[in-house]
């Protein structure tokens, strides 16, 4: 067999679920020490996404109600009202 002709066995061509989690396995151990696969309190996307909604809704009202307006300030205006509006 030559260098540039590769098996179609073997664990790293294998598709089976045993051989790809023994690859995932190798890749990022499950006993890894990297901050990320440590337990936390994790992300919570529910506060932030309530807390975006928020600021977003307060500068939405501030531009509204705001005498002149930049042409900045006009289009960012336009795609607050996009988030709102249904088509």
């Not at 294998?14 to 995932?24: G, L, N, P, V, Y």
């Not at 919570?44 to 109600?65: C, E, G, P, Y």
Request: glycine share 4%; with cysteine.
């Amino acid at each position: 067999m030559s260098a540039s002709t590769r098996p179609a066995w073997g664990p790293s061509y294998c598709t089976s679920a045993c051989c790809a989690q023994h690859r995932a396995e190798l890749v990022h151990p499950s006993r890894c020490a990297c901050p990320e696969c440590q337990p936390g309190p994790g992300i919570d996307h529910q506060a932030n996404s309530s807390n975006k909604t928020r600021v977003r809704r307060a500068r939405m009202m501030f531009l509204i109600l705001k005498d002149t307006l930049t042409d900045a300030e006009a289009e960012e205006l336009d795609k607050l009202l996009n988030l709102y509006t249904i088509d």
